[in-house]
């Protein structure tokens, strides 16, 4: 009878899993047969964690989500001290390569922290990461020269990228996919708080303490973090023959890390640090491309266990997960680089501006959460997808319509919507890549899908700076062109927003319509982006979630 119970606790085909068998008189109180399973493999043999309870799953994730939360409250906090910090080094060219070198080093590293954690564990990536991160952060708050910190910004970019990436491995590594969305959801909480938070934290410390405290003030609690998930992250590696090194795949990561980082280079630099003619942007992003091509042909000829399998982007449910996710990052990061401008060319001041995007952080983090629960009850995600996505499109198509009279409130609801079908669509594309993968790919086809996202915010910001410049410099010019001056009032013009209010009355109207022109050409560039991005996740496919990890 004992055995005929324990049995009957096997995953029904229905995903369900039976309740315990009731305890008898001879049943063992200690449950060794249970106590002393072997190590669950999936179907392919590769080891898989044991499930954790509710109780376990908070405090691993927890401890890993502190290190989420510190990431983004980084990212938001250099946007705050971006200026003083350039300030204190007196050089306004920094101000740009302080934002660039952390996010190169961000999305170049987040690539290949999939396979090398798969490689050398989890938790040793993530100690890795924390060190990094609390390395890079102290370097920022001690720096004297300019080079320095940028360096810092670089070491902390390459932490930061892993926090964020190797906590999505986790998850998936604890969490059966049926509700997996619901965890990463509260992840995505952890990260729109900080990144929410800290704009504001940056600006307090400025003002009463100093930026450089900004920086030093993480160091102890990123500490903390890796000896957190030192000791809370146990998920088992894979052995093989072969040496840990050995199963490397280090011509693979170095054609990748190349070719992105020269790809972010020459899209970060055009047009920004110097003009898209400039030998800089004429090599790299020709060289990147070079780098691309050999790093497909290592992963698919030469890679005995590539970083990334190129032949996976080839599954339908892969590549279009991937693609949507990379539209869809292009769209929104390109309208949460200018709408705040919108706001300004209304009268907002900046702080006003940046109070206005906060919508968008709490949809974001809704539509994340909401669209777990919701794959949670139903185990499906396809239709899920299509409403998701036509709520972002529709969101966007709004935004199109501002005008300088529109009122206030209508911003907060575009934006709450906008951010609502953005996190939805990062957690349904996220589920179902993985659903359509073997779990021991599951890390590595999670790195791709960040490094679609990360050059796509990079290219979005670019889309829509090239397209707000032109317009810009066209309506300025058919507006002001005959004005005495015109060239070097234009040329100010173009350089700053603040100049706008410095003119007389008839001129400002002219100048702010010339703007609002340019910031509409935006907003239909990145609706047309949106639009792509709804399209190509039609070639999605409905995969099984699956309520256990070793999805049989």
Aim: proline share 4%; hydrophobic share 50%.
């Amino acid at each position: 009878m004992a055995i005929e119970q324990s049995e009957s606790q096997e995953p029904r085909r229905d995903g369900l899993t039976l309740l315990p068998p009731i305890p008898t008189e001879e049943t063992p109180l200690l449950r060794e047969d249970v106590e002393q399973q072997p190590e669950r493999n999936d179907a392919n043999g590769a080891p898989v964690a044991q499930e954790p309870s509710t109780r376990e799953l908070v405090l691993v994730l927890g401890s890993i989500w502190l290190g989420v939360f510190l990431a983004a409250l980084d990212a938001t906090v250099v946007a705050t001290l971006s200026a003083a910090i350039s300030s204190s080094f007196n050089s306004l060219s920094l101000l740009s390569w302080i934002a660039t070198s952390y996010l190169i080093s961000n999305a170049a590293f987040q690539p290949l922290s999939g396979k090398l954690t798969d490689i050398f564990s989890r938790r040793t990536g993530l100690v890795f990461s924390n060190i990094f991160f609390a390395l890079g952060n102290l370097i920022c708050g001690l720096a004297t020269q300019q080079w320095v910190m940028i360096f810092g910004r670089v070491v902390a970019g390459i932490g930061g990228g892993g926090l964020t990436a190797i906590s999505t491995f986790v998850t998936s590594d604890l969490v059966p996919l049926r509700r997996r969305g619901v965890w990463q959801g509260i992840g995505n909480i952890c990260y729109g708080t900080g990144m929410g938070l800290g704009g504001v934290f940056g600006g307090f410390i400025n003002d009463s303490i100093g930026w450089r405290w900004a920086f030093l003030i993480q160091v102890p609690f990123v500490i903390l973090s890796g000896i957190l998930v030192f000791f809370t992250v146990k998920i088992p590696v894979k052995e093989t023959d072969k040496s840990r090194l050995k199963r490397v795949d280090f011509l693979g990561a170095f054609t990748l890390l190349a070719s992105l980082v020269l790809l972010l280079l020459g899209l970060n630099a055009g047009g920004n640090q110097v003009p898209w003619n400039h030998p800089l942007v004429l090599t790299s992003l020709p060289l990147s491309a070079i780098f691309l091509a050999i790093f497909v042909y290592v992963e698919d000829q030469v890679a005995s266990e590539p970083v990334i399998p190129v032949r996976l982007l080839l599954d339908r449910t892969v590549g279009a997960a991937c693609l949507t996710n990379w539209f869809a990052t292009m769209a929104v990061f390109g309208l949460l680089f200018y709408v705040p401008v919108y706001f300004q060319v209304q009268g907002y001041s900046a702080t006003a501006a940046g109070v206005r995007l906060i919508p968008q952080a709490v949809g974001t983090a809704s539509g994340s959460l909401g669209s777990g629960y919701v794959m949670r009850l139903t185990g499906k995600y396809i239709k899920l997808n299509y409403f998701t996505l036509l709520l972002m499109i529709a969101s966007t198509a709004a935004i199109s319509t501002f005008s300088l009279q529109s009122p206030p409130w209508l911003a907060f609801v575009y934006l709450f919507f906008l951010g609502f079908g953005y996190g939805a669509m990062l957690t349904i594309t996220l589920v179902a890549l993985i659903a359509a993968v073997d779990h021991h790919f599951h890390s590595v086809v999670t790195s791709a899908s960040y490094a679609f996202r990360s050059t796509g915010s990079t290219i979005g910001i670019t889309i829509a700076s090239a397209v707000f410049q032109n317009v810009l410099k066209w309506g300025l010019w058919s507006r002001l062109g005959d004005h005495e001056g015109a060239s070097d009032l234009i040329a100010r013009l173009r350089d700053s927003l603040d100049e706008v209010w410095n003119l007389p009355d008839d001129l400002q109207a002219s100048a702010r319509d010339a703007y609002m022109d340019a910031l509409r050409a935006i907003f239909v560039t990145m609706l047309v982006l949106a639009v792509t991005s709804g399209l190509t996740s039609t070639a999605m496919r409905q995969h099984t979630l699956h309520s256990n990890l070793a999805r049989r």
